[in-house]
């Protein structure tokens, strides 16, 4: 709370909101380490949008978590203490359970947009968190669990486990301790031994030097990375119908980067496996088992948090059958 007033002092000193009715200055925070792969996929397109935008729209990229810790990204955008924020739903279900469904999504941004899954999100992003849903920035991107005891299956009975919301019902199922750390801690936790491993995409471990403290991947992956940029509704509404269209036409522009992703992610397995991360990995049944339970928890759990709106993201999300 003291980091958050502190920011609010600080950027509005810095930078009105609204500079001139032709130009608009959109703050943005990213909840994810300035490190992260994700700020450094970011920040050529701030580039890029500041530079088309000049006398439309321009982002002030803040910062990370120094700026705004990472679960309070979420609610300094609801409250417009920032215009936009990078983050993943994960950090704050604290503003509504729907925000950490879109993990469970199984087909790209691109196809959400046609089949009427993104009109429906930012129907719920709208009404329920006074947030714009404006561009999935990683997609096509499976989550891992990293560890650095052996298992033989799927059962982490025993361990402890640093998670977010990602993870928690489905670690929970096979039996882990969690202990919920944003990225920001990841390291220490694993240095002091407080875990014994991690949630984490197959992309990034190198990002913050977890590879020197992790012997184990655990294969298959599950669930679908989702990392995107919120923006608070209001500043939205008082957007002029030029700035709007030219920010979703550079949503767009992002979106059309996320075929970076399964290359990236390929390259990242490779680099693992050189660094010494071993692959465990379980037989055909297991593996089909483990990523069945996987979603059946992580929709049995959101359509228990949200009768109202669970049932209709499956269907929108999922796999047409
Ligand atoms: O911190 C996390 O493990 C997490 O929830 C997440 C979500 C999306 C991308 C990267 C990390």
């Known amino acids: 709370m003291k980091a958050t007033l502190w920011l609010a002092a600080a950027v509005a000193a810095s930078a009105p909101a609204l500079a001139t009715a032709q130009q608009v200055?959109?703050?943005?925070?990213?909840?994810?380490?300035?490190?992260?792969?994700?700020?450094?996929?970011?920040?050529?397109?701030?580039?890029?949008?500041?530079?088309?935008?000049?006398?439309?729209?321009?982002?002030?990229?803040?910062?990370?978590?120094?700026?705004?810790?990472?679960?309070?990204v979420g609610t300094s955008v609801k409250n417009g203490v920032v215009e936009m924020a990078m983050s993943t739903g994960a950090y704050y279900t604290n503003l509504m359970p729907e925000a950490d469904f879109l993990k469970l999504s199984?087909?790209?941004?691109?196809?959400?947009?046609?089949?009427?899954?993104?009109?429906?999100?930012?129907?719920?992003?709208?009404?329920?968190?006074?947030?714009?849903?404006?561009?999935?920035m990683v997609d096509e991107t499976p989550f891992h669990l990293y560890l650095n005891k052996k298992i033989a299956k799927p059962d982490l009975t025993g361990l402890k486990i640093r998670i977010t919301p990602v993870y928690r019902e489905f670690f929970q199922a096979l039996g882990a301790t969690m202990i919920q750390t944003p990225p920001g801690e990841?390291?220490?936790?694993?240095?002091?031994?407080?875990?014994?491993?991690?949630?984490?995409?197959?992309?990034?471990?190198?990002?913050?030097?977890?590879?020197?403290?992790?012997?184990?991947?655990?294969?298959?992956?599950?669930?679908?990375?989702?990392?995107?940029i919120i923006m608070n509704l209001d500043a939205w509404k008082k957007l002029t119908p030029k700035q709007r269209a030219f920010v979703e036409k550079q949503a767009l522009a992002l979106?059309?980067?996320?075929?970076?992703?399964?290359?990236?992610?390929k390259e990242e397995t490779e680099r693992q496996t050189k660094a010494g991360i071993q692959a465990i990995k379980f037989d055909a049944a297991t593996a089909k088992a483990f990523l069945d339970q996987a979603y059946e928890v992580g929709w049995a759990h959101a359509i228990k948090q949200s009768p109202e709106h669970g049932p209709q993201l499956r269907k929108l999300l999922?796999?047409?059958?």
């Open 255 to 265: 979106e059309a980067r996320n075929s970076y992703w399964p290359k990236l992610n």
């Open 106 to 136: 199984q087909i790209t941004i691109a196809e959400q947009r046609k089949n009427g899954a993104y009109e429906y999100i930012n129907k719920v992003w709208n009404s329920k968190a006074n947030l714009v849903y404006l561009a999935r």
């Open 318 to 321: 999922s796999k047409p059958q």
């Open 186 to 228: 990841v390291y220490t936790a694993l240095e002091r031994g407080v875990v014994d491993g991690y949630g984490w995409p197959i992309h990034g471990i190198f990002d913050l030097k977890w590879n020197e403290k992790t012997r184990f991947r655990v294969d298959p992956g599950f669930y679908n990375a989702e990392v995107s």
């Open 25 to 72: 200055n959109l703050r943005l925070v990213s909840a994810f380490p300035e490190t992260a792969t994700y700020v450094k996929h970011m920040l050529p397109w701030i580039e890029q949008f500041n530079k088309e935008g000049k006398g439309v729209a321009q982002i002030n990229f803040i910062g990370g978590p120094k700026a705004i810790p990472t679960f309070e």
